[in-house]
């Protein structure tokens, strides 16, 4: 195996590593306002699925964090949902056709728009990045990988006695293009469409922000588990517990 035999240059790091990291980046920012330009409006069926979504996460946080309310305020808040006209209740009793996804059309529009933003960008940047730098070596991981690895780590470079510890320029487009989250939510926010990992998450069938595929079951299964939660006071002690410490 050639490993040793091999030194990188310097100047790699600036003429390779960088621009591609660089020119990723900037493809990322364009994507994500481009998606906020192109994104159709709220439609009927997506409000329905945020205020399902937000029924259901009230009641999951008070399943959860009741313990720390008065009882009186948790009777409250369970009645609410779980009443003779509760939001919860209201929802199990009503029948209603399975929601499916691919049926809006506004949604469809979305993923397809979604579809062609974060493919058009790998094909232009893995056109240039092999144009440009094809049979590049960027980098080397410091730990010997098996042989397994340099189908993904050496994309490019057809080198059989090449060892699978370098990472060619191909290699290291993908790395940096599903590698860049923690840098997108830095600059634009958590909730951004930067993200080639996240993007292609949402673009799979249940995927991330997808919607309840059946309202009334999820409706029906948090409101049989918030009926048997009892109420509990977490701060009943706290008293004692203070003056002991």
Avoid: C
Wanted: hydrophobic share 45%; no cysteine; net charge positive.
């Amino acid at each position: 195996m050639i490993r040793d035999a091999i030194t990188l240059d310097p100047q790699i790091r600036y003429w390779v590593i960088a621009p591609i990291l660089i020119i990723t980046f900037l493809f990322g920012l364009i994507r994500h306002y481009l998606m906020i330009i192109l994104k159709n409006g709220p439609s009927q069926g997506s409000l329905e699925s945020v205020k399902t979504m937000q029924t259901l996460r009230r009641s999951a946080l008070l399943r959860e964090n009741g313990h720390f309310l008065p009882a009186n305020s948790f009777e409250i808040r369970k009645r609410h949902l779980i009443g003779e006209q509760g939001a919860l209740t209201i929802g199990k009793d009503t029948e209603g056709a399975v929601k499916n996804p691919m049926q809006d059309p506004s949604m469809m529009g979305d993923q397809l728009k979604g579809q062609m933003t974060n493919m058009l960008p790998m094909i232009v940047i893995g056109g240039w990045v092999s144009y440009a730098f094809s049979g590049f070596l960027a980098a080397r991981v410091p730990f010997p990988l098996t042989l397994r690895f340099k189908q993904l780590m050496q994309r490019g470079i057809e080198l059989s006695s090449l060892d699978a510890s370098w990472i060619s320029s191909m290699s290291w487009y993908f790395i940096g293009a599903f590698g860049m989250r923690g840098v997108y939510e830095l600059v634009l926010g958590e909730d951004n469409q930067a993200d080639q990992a996240r993007a292609m998450q949402q673009q799979m069938p249940g995927g991330v922000g997808g919607q309840i595929q059946d309202e009334q079951k999820a409706y029906k299964a948090e409101w049989e588990a918030l009926k048997i939660t009892n109420y509990k006071n977490a701060l009943e002690n706290v008293e004692k517990m203070l003056l002991q410490t």
